[in-house]
């Protein structure tokens, strides 16, 4: 048990570094198809090097490794939409806030299981999605005070479409994995589904960066900034799902598989919170971190089984 709550601990950091890293790209102006070209491919290739058992995929037949491939796949083209809104909503708005809502995404799979996987559904489960639609409903309505004036909106349309984009994405992306997941588990096992979800990722990114950045090659895009960002997400990307699917495995063995998620994302949201106050200079009101409070005991009820 306490193994597995440290593999826990451990993933929930590396989201929150993951999230540092996007705040800073978001920040720096870095070409965001190029970095993530470069660091997808990058994931993709240590993926494919570190993670595959490559006895176990000789044995798998190869019917079902072409079935489960496209499906371990698609997840890919979502999560290329998604880091990129999410990107968006880092530039447009609070980042803090940006994070907390984009982990809130469980509202979708909680949907999809609820109405098409006959999911088990608990009174609490139903308290988390109330607490985080009124955090998210706050959010939206926050204002800051200006003297005794309310001044404009803190976060403009921009912003909560974004902000709200990024978590549906987001929850659009674990929705699939999960299907994936239940339907292909041996894909799991042998260790290729994190190359498959990251070589398709790296392919959508590379096609979207010829498209709408191309140009931006001219600028002498490829600067060191990039290849730092880029080279720390690969490695962060790479770690958190080495550790989420290791501390799945060591908390199932102690009956405790409910406390990863909640607790992954309680800490991925409180660090983050904590970097863009320290780090960031960003304000909380009273009222901001009631939301952030309110978001963080919805995601906690909303994913407890």
Known sequence: MFAGLLLVIATGLTWASISAVMSNVARCRVPTFLFYSIGATLTAILGWILLVDWQAAARLPLRELLIAAPLFMLPGL??????????????????????????????????????????????????GLLLITVGLILIALSKKSSGNRTSKTVFTLKWLIAAAGSMLLSGT??????????????????GMATPLVMTCCALGYIAAFLIWQRKSLAGGSFTGAVWRYAGVWAVLALLSYY?????IDAMRAAN???????????????????YSKIKLHEKYTALNIGCLVLCLLGVILLNLR
Not at 92 to 118: K, W
Not at 173 to 188: D, E
Not at 243 to 247: D, E, I, L, Q, T
């Open 78 to 127: 979502v999560n290329v939409a998604s880091q990129t809104v999410m990107v968006q909503s880092l530039k447009l708005g609070h980042n803090g806030l940006s994070i907390a809502i984009r982990n809130c995404a469980g509202i979708v799979p909680f949907t999809v299981g609820l109405l098409f996987l006959n999911a088990t559904v608990r009174w609490f489960n139903w308290i």
């Open 173 to 190: 992306f674990q929705t699939l994995n999960m299907l994936s997941t239940v339907k292909f588990n041996t894909i799991v096992k042998i």
């Open 243 to 247: 550790f989420m699917f290791a501390a």
């Open 256 to 274: 405790a598989t409910a406390l990863v998620f909640p607790t992954v994302m309680g800490i991925n949201i409180s660090c983050f919170s904590v």
